[in-house]
């Protein structure tokens, strides 16, 4: 499922992550075509999904692999 509002994206992605870390992954991808930026966060049962083609929410990419990679090193 798309999700608009990127504060909701980022904390549901947060919360699946940290239900089920071994599961869950994150990917991103630019579609040269359409210009836009595709951020998924999925365990295979839930799919949340952030799309863009603004130039000032790239950032947004780094605040989320930072969180990840905050999350994933944790003890």
């Keep these: 499922m798309y999700i608009n ?15 089920d870390p071994k ?3 994150f990917v991103f ?3 040269h075509i359409e ?12 799919n949340l999904q952030y799309q863009t083609d603004k130039e000032d929410d790239f950032q947004k990419i780094e605040q989320i692999n930072s ?5 994933m090193t944790e003890q």
């Design 35 to 46: 210009s836009k930026v595709v951020l998924k966060v999925t365990n295979d049962t839930v």
């Design 5 to 19: 509002d990127w504060e909701e994206f980022y904390d549901k992605s947060e919360q699946l992550y940290r239900q």
């Design 67 to 71: 969180l990840f990679f905050r999350i």
């Design 29 to 31: 991808k630019f579609r």
């Design 23 to 25: 599961r869950t992954r």
